[in-house]
């Protein structure tokens, strides 16, 4: 089944780091990929010694897409592009029971990787398969094909007032 978790609030990669943890707890093979991260987002390291867990690997340093020039935009594109391909190959090899693909949307819309790919790699998925996806402002399509959609609603964050978001709480 397809899982959506999307919204301005906090929360979207967490819910999918606890579902791949329910998963692996359960005897799953779970590939975790994430785009827009680092090495160092916190979730990294206690998922990475979960047996049934694998992580695609990230960037050591990345920066917010809002503050990259259109250079490194490109670059991420080609990073990101490179990185869906490899694990949309590996998870329809039939070896991972779920896929979390984290901050999907936020790729998508950035225009780094097309919508036209992940619906490719959606319809061509086993259907055993559990597609966790997350992100801001999923398109409507991504909405319809969904089995499973959880909006995150901002009502009040720190960011808000100025405050960097924190090691071991944002990220």
């Given amino acids: 089944m397809v899982h959506i978790y999307y919204g301005d609030g906090k929360g979207k990669t967490t819910a999918a780091a606890g579902l791949a943890v329910r998963a692996a707890g359960s005897n799953m093979r779970v590939l975790f990929v994430q785009f827009l991260k680092t090495e160092y987002s916190g979730e990294r390291r206690v998922l990475s010694g979960l ?3 694998t992580l695609t690997s ?3 340093e990345l920066k ?3 503050d990259m020039t259109e250079a490194e935009r490109q670059q991420a594109a080609v990073l990101f592009r490179g990185m869906f391909e490899r694990s949309a190959a590996t998870a329809l090899s039939d070896r991972y029971d779920m896929i979390v693909l ?3 949307f936020d790729v998508v819309n ?5 919508e036209a790919e992940v619906f490719e790699f959606i319809a061509n998925a086993p259907k055993s398969i559990e597609i966790v996806m997350t992100g801001h402002d999923p398109s ?7 089995d499973y959609v959880t909006e995150f609603v901002k009502r009040r964050h720190p960011f808000d007032r ?3 978001g924190r090691k071991g709480i944002e990220f």
Avoid at 110 to 114: A, K, T
């Fill in 64 to 66: 917010f897409t809002i």
């Fill in 140 to 146: 409507e399509r991504f909405l319809g094909v969904a």
């Fill in 162 to 164: 100025g405050i960097t």
């Fill in 58 to 60: 990230c960037p050591l």
């Fill in 51 to 53: 047996e049934g867990v």
């Fill in 110 to 114: 950035e225009g780094m990787l097309s």
């Fill in 102 to 104: 984290d901050e999907i």
